[in-house]
Every structure is written in C-alpha cells, then in structure tokens.
C-alpha cells in the first residue's frame, strides 16, 4: 500500500524563501535550498516549491533554483506558480523538477491540462485548486486567490482529473493561516468524487489535523508551510504519531 | 564510463545528479559511439511510451539497444521499454523481455500510483544487495507490469504488481532510484559496481 505523504511548502520569490524561517543555523535564512535539504534529511516525502513572483522575466531564476534543490535533494518536488505554457513545464521538467502545478492557466485554458499530460505524463500534472466556501457551495479562486471565477469546486476537481491531472493540490483559503484544521468535509467529497491522488492544503496546526485529513477525508498527502517553516511540528515526529494511529508512512 | 540515454525524458538531469554525487564518470548522450564506448547504459524514463518510442527509431538507436550486451538499467518508463509492448499509445517496445505494459484499473487503487511504496525482494539480486526487504522507493506511474519470471521485486496497488526485472545484462525498476532517497542511491550504485 502506498504510504501517505507529509509535504512541507515552500513560498520563494526570485530564488528565496519569503515566509520567514526560525531554522537558525541555516547559512542564509532566505535560502531555499539550504531548507529543501533539510527537510529532504528530517524525512519529508516530497516538497512543493511556489514561485510567487511569477513573472516570465523571473523565470530564469526559477530554473536556476529548481537546477540547485534537484543537486542536494532525493525526493520529489513540484513547482508551480505562473506556469502557462507547455514550453515552461518542459524546462522545469528538464532542470530537475518532477512535478508542475498549474492553477490560474489552467481555469483560463483548461485544454493545457490535457495537453501537457499528454506530453509530459499524467504524473508530472498537478491540479492546483483554491476554493472558498461561499453560501454553501466551494467557488473557485484563481491569480493568488484575487479572483473569483464561475466554476464550482468539486466539478472543476472531476474536469481536472478527466482530462489528466496526476494529482489535485486543494488548497482551502477559509482554512489557510488559521490553524484551524484541513477542510475535511470538502476534501472527502473531492476523494470520492475522483481517482487520482489528492493533496489537503491549508488550515494545518496539529498533529491532529493531519490524522483527521487521512482517516476522514482519505487525502493521499497533507501540506503545510509555517508549521513546519517555524519548527512547531518536527516531521518525524508527526509520522511518528500517525503510525501510532494507524496510519502508514514512510519511516 | 556510464552513458546516459538522452531523449528528452523528464528525469535525466535527476538521475545525472546522483551520478554526480556517486562521482561517477558518465555521459548524457543520444550518440550510438558514445554508447559503444560506455561500459554500462542507463535508460531513463518519465514521458508517454509510443512518443518515446518513436524518439528512439528518430535517434536510430532501437536496434541497438536490443542486441546490446553490455549493462542497461531501465528506469521507470525505460523499464517498460525494455517490454514487448505498451497499452500506452498501444507502442511496441524494445522487447527485451515478452511482457506487456498495462494501464492501472482505477477500480482498484488511485491512478497514477503516486508516492512511496514498499517494495517486496522476491530474488536475489545484485541491484538490491545491502538494501533491506520492505524498504520504500517512489513510484509516479499509470501503467506496470505484471508479475512474471523475470521479476526480482514486486509492490502492492489494488494488484501485486513487478516492480523490477532482470534477464542477462537488463535491468529494469519501475520505481524511481534517483529520487528515492538513500535506498534509491544505494541501487544505482550497486547498478554501477555490481551489476
């Protein structure tokens, strides 16, 4: 059975961590890849990487940052932040990265999906959602959560997954810095809904809340930034305690 | 000297990485001299089987990776490859091995098998020596293939599935060694002194 996966995030800006760090012996705080690695050697099974500057003049310096964490990691990660374009995936794909997350481009072209996982493999093709509950019903936000559009949540995660996405990354934006829990209620209508690997984001403070995101919602990964930027869950001691409870990781 | 298959699959620049870290002398090529004179082939493998396949008929490198007698590892995509023939754009393979390539039944576990999985050693094997039975390696894949006599390790999905193969100088994992962590390290170097 495959394990399920603790994903910490990482937010850069032309090459550096933005989300302040409390990892005091890091050379430079800012680094991401001094973090990559440490988390790589605390035992994360896979990490994400959210370029939020986002714009093509800075992409350089994003492949440059995906060549470097690819040099000193042997897990997995994903990159995602203004990627729009089939040629972008293939350079990221080619500097090391496994994955790429596409949210905004794809709401406005959702053809690209089934493009680029036609070129480059379902499993490179990450799914990107940002919902909020409104009324009832989960309305979809794209450009950083700026913009509302007409799409209902758990119909845009069914479009995504028919038409190749590897994998969803449901971020909650109700739930996101509050500490208050994954949106487990939402999240195990998307994992009943679809067959591919889904990934809870937003709302992580406890231990707890990742056990309740695997048992209850039957999510294949949980992530969080803070939590684990600010040193306030250790890693293994999270899988520790999911193990404990029943749940299988890695390690 | 390693050579490296260049045909634009995903995780070359993954796999040179930890070649780089093993200090291995090694090349990235898609030049049959380059590949005549390396002592061993790695063939990785992230993409879509029949757009592969055409890559190597492109490069003219197809008939020669079947008749090679020197070591090749598989990896992924490349292990399936090294198969007669792929449900994925219905291609036929290199045919190494007569096996086939299957696509996930999505009733019977998520598709793609992503993530890291514990895998079963069912045979002594080179590539495996000093790696402990039940150790975990990372998988990204919506197509396997099914056991067979060739199999030296085996996973579950739903299904019990072969997650390496062997047969003379050809190697194939379907996990991924160079981003498995330690474990992952240590297979491609017992591929590099061992096999």
């Given amino acids: 059975m495959v394990a399920k996966r603790i994903i910490p995030c990482l937010d850069v800006k032309e090459g550096k961590v933005v989300k302040g760090t409390n990892f005091v012996n890091l050379r430079d705080a800012g680094s991401a890849v001094e973090l990559a690695e440490r988390y790589y050697l605390e035992g994360a099974d896979e990490l994400v990487f959210l370029d939020i500057t986002a714009s093509s003049d800075k992409r350089k310096i994003l492949i440059e940052l995906v060549k470097e964490v690819a040099k000193v990691i042997r897990i997995p990660f994903t990159v995602g932040g203004g990627i729009s374009e089939l040629n972008d995936i293939d350079n990221l794909l080619k500097a090391g990265a496994d994955k790429v997350s596409l949210n905004t481009s794809i709401v406005i072209n959702p053809e690209l999906i089934t493009k680029a996982s036609r070129q480059f493999g379902s499993q490179a093709i990450v799914a990107a959602i940002d919902v909020k509950k409104n009324d009832g019903r989960y309305q979809i936000f794209i450009k950083g959560g700026r913009e509302a559009v007409q799409l209902e949540g758990l119909a845009w995660c069914k479009e995504t997954a028919e038409r190749g996405a590897g994998e969803i990354l449901l971020t909650s934006m109700d739930r996101d810095g509050t500490k208050s829990g994954f949106d487990v209620e939402f999240l195990s209508q998307i994992t009943k809904a679809v067959s591919i690997p889904v990934i809870a984001s937003g709302g992580a403070g406890t231990k707890d809340h990742f056990l309740e995101a695997f048992k209850n919602a039957d999510v294949d990964a949980c992530l969080a930034a803070s939590l684990f930027h600010y040193q306030e869950l250790e890693i293994s001691d999270l899988k520790q305690y999911l193990q404990e409870n029943g749940v299988q990781t890695r390690k | ?195």
């Fill in chain 2, 1 to 195: 000297m390693i050579a490296v298959i260049d045909y634009g699959a995903g995780n070359t620049a993954s796999v040179a990485n930890v070649l780089d870290e093993l200090k291995t002398d090694y090349i990235i090529t898609n030049k049959e001299n380059d590949l005549c004179n390396a002592q061993k082939i790695i063939l990785p493998g992230v993409g879509e089987a029949s757009f592969t396949v055409k890559r190597l008929h492109l490069l003219n490198l197809f008939s020669f990776l079947r008749l090679i007698h020197k070591p090749v590892l598989g990896i992924c995509l490349g292990m399936q490859l090294l198969c007669e023939h792929s449900e994925e754009g219905n291609a036929s393979c290199l045919g190494v091995f007569d096996l086939s390539t299957k696509k996930f039944d999505k009733l019977m576990g998520k598709v793609p098998h992503m993530g890291w999985n514990k895998i079963e050693i069912i045979k002594e094997s080179k590539l495996f020596s000093g790696i402990m039975d039940k150790s975990y390696f990372y998988f990204a894949h919506s197509y396997y293939v099914p056991n067979n006599k060739y199999s030296s390790s085996q996973c579950e999905h739903g299904i019990v599935f072969s997650v390496s193969i062997e047969r003379d100088n050809f190697y194939g994992v379907q996990f991924h060694p160079e981003k498995s962590g330690e474990v992952g390290i240590k297979l491609l170097k017992n591929f590099i002194e061992l096999c």
